[in-house]
Every structure is written in C-alpha cells, then in structure tokens.
C-alpha cells in the first residue's frame, strides 16, 4: 500500500489545516488508517485513528480540536486541525495499520508533511 500525505503548511495558533492522505488500493474502505506527527528528539506519537464503519479515536491533547475522517470513493482519509496551537507544530505522517483489541499497530507509512503553527 502507498500513502501520499499533503496539506500541511504554516498557519498561525488558533488557525486551521486539513491534511489529506490518498491511499492506493481497491478494498481502502476495510482500511485502518492513523495519523501520527513527529517532533525533533521525540518519538512518533499517534494522533487519531479509524476504523472501518468510522469508528474514530483521538490522542487526548487532540481530542475535541481534530477530526479524523474518510472518503472511501477516494481512497482519502482527513485530517481536519482546528484552534491550532504552537505545540502541534510537527511532521505528521499517514499510516496504514490495524488494531489488536484496543492497541493500534502502524504497517505503510507515508512521507510526511510539516505542520508549523507560529504563535
């Protein structure tokens, strides 16, 4: 499977941005899809995720200001970033994975893409 993320770009705290990961495939619809960001010297950390039937789970920073979302006639899933804030800024990454009870486990990453909010 290969993920080609987009949408990221500068914005200022308080802002919005929606990225947009384009999968390959003919069954993205039973895809489990994530994103995660990264930040220099830590650790990729998960964003939000979703399920087939659009079951969505977010990271709790994140909760109530991101939405995870899909397309599945486009092989696209969203990530739409509200009320933006400096600490978000990071390499957000899209990821196809699965979940093992309630523990997801990323496979194909995309590249990423740099989300900078400046305060």
């Known amino acids: 499977v290969q993920l080609q993320a987009s949408g990221g770009g500068l914005v200022q705290a308080g802002g919005s941005l929606r990225l947009s990961c384009v999968a390959s495939?003919?069954?993205?619809?039973?895809?489990?899809m994530a994103w995660y960001r990264q930040t220099p010297g830590k650790q990729r950390e998960l964003v939000a995720t979703?399920?087939?039937?659009?079951?969505?789970d977010y990271a709790g920073d994140v909760k109530g200001r991101f939405t995870i979302s899909r397309d599945n006639a486009k092989n696209t899933v969203y990530l739409q970033m509200s009320s933006l804030k400096p600490e978000d800024t990071a390499v957000y990454y899209c990821?196809?994975?699965?979940?093992?009870?309630?523990?997801?486990?990323?496979?194909?990453w995309g590249q990423g893409t740099q989300v900078t909010v400046s305060s």
């Open positions: 979703i399920r087939e039937g659009d079951v969505t």
């Open positions: 990821n196809k994975g699965f979940y093992r009870g309630v523990y997801y486990y990323p496979r194909n």
């Open positions: 495939g003919s069954t993205f619809r039973s895809y489990e």
